[in-house]
Nanobody
Framework: QVQLVESGGGLVQAGGSLRLSCAASGNIFSINDMGWYRQAPGNKRELVARIGNGGRTNYADSVKGRFTISRGTAKNMIYLQLNSLKPEDTAVYYC?????????????WGQGTLVTVSS
């Protein structure tokens, strides 16, 4: 199993920046890829960005050019740099990790970290 803990959320003015961190523990060597999702009040959880073991990344169109996902030198850390923040970026941001197991594909979620962007 994999456990995830996010940090780095907070209140920021529009145009500002934040850096989110996600630390994975447990069976981290089984992880194939990790990513960030977000959920605003009344909305479904949506993909923000993902990064694979080979470093390949993909982003939601709404954050391309503003957000950057990266891995730490340690396999168990990923980051999300949020620049040029907009009020519509306000949401709880969740870290996700996915891996294969004898019983099939599995994933884990962190508890989330709140990002609030004021106008």
């Amino acid at each position: 199993q994999v456990q995830l803990v996010e940090s780095g959320g907070g209140l920021v003015q529009a145009g500002g920046s934040l850096r989110l961190s996600c630390a994975a523990s447990g069976n981290i060597f089984s992880i194939n890829d990790m990513g960030w999702y977000r959920q605003a009040p009344g909305n479904k959880r949506e993909l923000v960005a993902r990064i694979g073991n080979g470093g390949r990344t993909n982003y939601a169109d709404s954050v391309k050019g503003r957000f950057t996902i990266s891995r730490g030198t340690a396999k168990n850390m990923i980051y999300l740099q949020l620049n040029s923040l907009k009020p519509e970026d306000t949401a709880v941001y969740y870290c996700n990790a996915a891996w294969n197991s004898p019983v099939g594909a599995q994933d884990a979620w962190g508890q989330g970290t709140l990002v609030t962007v004021s106008s």
